[in-house]
C-alpha cells in the first residue's frame, strides 16, 4: 500500500488515501470514538474501488471499477495498525467496518478477509453495513455460516433501511435489494441468543418517511434493534436537497419525533448516534468520500474543512 494522503487528527479519525498493490486508488479510516485507542479502535474499510449503487446521500458512489482483491482489503488493515501500534492492536475492542466505500455483498474477499482476521486477532469485532441487494444470497450464505463458526456474539451486522416507504426507499437506493420481508427472514437466522441484535439504519432526513407501525409490523423487537444517524454533509446531499432532521446538539430528531417515540413504546432498543462532529470537518464519516470532494469542489460549510488548514499532501 503506497499512501498518497492522510487527512485528519490521530485523537479522532484519519481518512487514509492510498494506492493498493494492484494500483487502486481507495480511501479508509481509522477512528478512536471513545478517545482511547486502548478502549476501542474502529477501522473502516472500502469494498471496492467505487460503488455502482449511488445511494442518495453518499459520495462514494459517483464511479465504480470494480471489486478489491483479499489483498487489498488487508493491507487497508495492516497499514494503520502497523502504523499506531507496530504490531497487533494492543486495544480491548479492534472493530472493523467494511462501510467506507462500496456495497460489502457484492465483493466475496470480504468473506476471506473476515476469516482472515478473525483467525489472526482475538480482539477483532466485525461488522458489515450493507442494503441487501437482490443477487447477493451467496455472499450471506457464507456470512451467516462465518458467523455461526467464528463470531456466535460479536458481529455486528447492520442493514441500510432509511425510508419505510418502499418507493421512496428505492428512489434513496437506487438498485434491486430485498424486500423487508427477506432482511427480517434472514435477520432471525443471524441472531444468536445473547449476542448483538441486528442494526436496522436510518439516515434521517426530514424528507424520509419512518412509520414504526411498519418496523413493527415486519420486524421483531427481539431480534433487531435502531439505529439513527444524521444525515452527514456530503456533496450527494446537497445536489439532492436533503436535510438533516437530527439535532447534533441535543441528539434528537426534530421531524422524526414522534417515530423515535412510538418505537421506544413499542418496547424498541433504540440508538441515536451522533458521534464526533469533528468528523465531519475531516470528511470521515458514513457517507462522505474526499476524492469526490476535491474533485467537485463544493461549497460545503460544514465538511472537509481539514482539507483546507492541514498540511497533508492532498492528492488533485
Not at 487514509?16 to 479510516?29: A, D, H, L, P, R
Not at 479502535?41 to 471489486?67: E, H, Q, R, T
Not at 478477509?113 to 437482490?134: C, D
Request: glycine residues 6%.
Amino acid at each position: 500500500m503506497e499512501i498518497l494522503s492522510e487527512i485528519g487528527d490521530p485523537n479522532v479519525a484519519v481518512v487514509y488515501i492510498g494506492k493498493t498493490s494492484k494500483g487502486n486508488i481507495v480511501e479508509f479510516v481509522e477512528s478512536v470514538p471513545t478517545s482511547n485507542p486502548a478502549e476501542k479502535w474502529v477501522l473502516i474499510v472500502s469494498s471496492l474501488n467505487g460503488c455502482p449503487v449511488g445511494c442518495k446521500m453518499c459520495d462514494a458512489g459517483f464511479f465504480y471499477k470494480g471489486k478489491l482483491g483479499l489483498d487489498e482489503l488487508l493491507e487497508q488493515i495492516e497499514y494503520p495498525i502497523e502504523k499506531r501500534w507496530g504490531g497487533k492492536p494492543k486495544t480491548r475492542r479492534f472493530k472493523v467496518q467494511f462501510a467506507r466505500m462500496g456495497e460489502p455483498s457484492f465483493n466475496m474477499a470480504v468473506i476471506e478477509a473476515l476469516r482472515h482476521l478473525g483467525e489472526h486477532y482475538e480482539n477483532f469485532y466485525p461488522s458489515i453495513s450493507t442494503i441487501a441487494p437482490i443477487g447477493t444470497d451467496k455472499f450471506f450464505d457464507a456470512l451467516l455460516e462465518l458467523k455461526k463458526e467464528l463470531f456466535k456474539d460479536k458481529f455486528q451486522l447492520q442493514f441500510s433501511i432509511h425510508s419505510t416507504n418502499p418507493e421512496q426507499r428505492d428512489k434513496i437506493i437506487p438498485v434491486r435489494k430485498w424486500e423487508f420481508e427477506k432482511i427480517a427472514e434472514y435477520g432471525k437466522a443471524f441472531y444468536d441468543e445473547g449476542g448483538k441484535k441486528i442494526t436496522l439504519n436510518f439516515a434521517l432526513a426530514r424528507e424520509n418517511e419512518a412509520d414504526a407501525r411498519i418496523i413493527a409490523e415486519h420486524f421483531p423487537k427481539e431480534y433487531f434493534l435502531i439505529k439513527i444517524t444524521p444525515l452527514n454533509p456530503t456533496v450527494s446531499v446537497m445536489k439532492n436537497s436533503l436535510t438533516n432532521d437530527i439535532d447534533l446538539e441535543t441528539g434528537l430528531p426534530i421531524k422524526h419525533k414522534e417515530f423515535v417515540e412510538n418505537l421506544r413504546k413499542l418496547g424498541y432498543n433504540i440508538i441515536i448516534s451522533v458521534g464526533d462532529t469533528r468528523e465531519n470537518l475531516i470528511g470521515s464519516n458514513c457517507g462522505q468520500y474526499i476524492l469526490r470532494f476535491l474533485k467537485e469542489r463544493p461549497e460545503l460549510k460544514e465538511a472537509y474543512t481539514f482539507l483546507k488548514t492541514s498540511n497533508f499532501n492532498i492528492i488533485p
